[in-house]
């Protein structure tokens, strides 16, 4: 979930971490289509996918562009706005029935207040973040729309079944045209 990055962590204080945390957690059932944020707002949560799965999008020359993913132990935000706490460009819907679990900025900010010990640890988060991203950006500059979509199939299986494949295509960075080019080609 959340911290499943961490590593070099003690078992007592990890559960501390986690027992702390989880007195944050909020957890609501949604319907498909719903928004969890929408552009123009600040992001005021951080989302845990417990079930179903989730898509942060963006609209550019009259189409929305999808930017990521979450799938079940997945998380997702606005994270420029969650941050830096400015209105965000980016929605986050939901593609079927979720189970979502939030943490407020509020109240995440607070308990750091209380306990900067695990500024260390949302530090860790913050910086797979940061690689995820900084592997999305290496992939749509060096990488084919093939190698993209084998990608996306490897590290995601069964997404495929799961969502449209115009938010597929958009995600990868190519027409639905081109990704019907490519499935026929595997």
């Not at 929305?64 to 998380?75: C, K, L, M, P």
């Not at 979509?149 to 958009?170: C, M």
Request: hydrophobic share 40%; proline share 1%.
């Amino acid at each position: 979930m959340i911290f499943e990055k961490l590593k070099d962590v003690s078992e007592a204080d990890l559960a501390e971490l986690l027992s702390d945390f989880q007195k944050l957690m909020k957890k609501e059932s949604f319907s498909k289509k719903d928004l969890l944020h929408k552009e123009g707002t600040i992001c005021n949560h951080l989302f845990l996918i417990e079930k179903g799965i989730a898509r942060s999008f963006y609209y550019k020359d009259g189409k929305d562009i999808t930017a990521h993913f979450a799938v079940e132990n997945g998380t997702i935000t606005a994270i420029d706005s969650f941050i830096q706490r400015k209105n965000s460009r980016y929605n986050i819907e939901l593609l079927e029935d979720s189970e979502i679990i939030s943490i407020s900025h509020q109240d995440m900010h607070a308990l750091l207040q209380e306990k900067p010990q695990y500024e260390k640890y949302i530090r860790i988060f913050l910086e797979q973040i940061y690689i995820d991203l900084a592997e999305r950006i290496e992939d749509l500059l060096f990488h084919t729309a093939k190698e993209r979509y084998d990608k996306l199939v490897e590290n995601t299986p069964g997404l495929l079944q799961r969502v449209n494949l115009k938010h597929i295509a958009s995600f990868i960075g190519i027409t639905q045209e081109t990704l019907s080019r490519i499935r026929t080609q595997v």
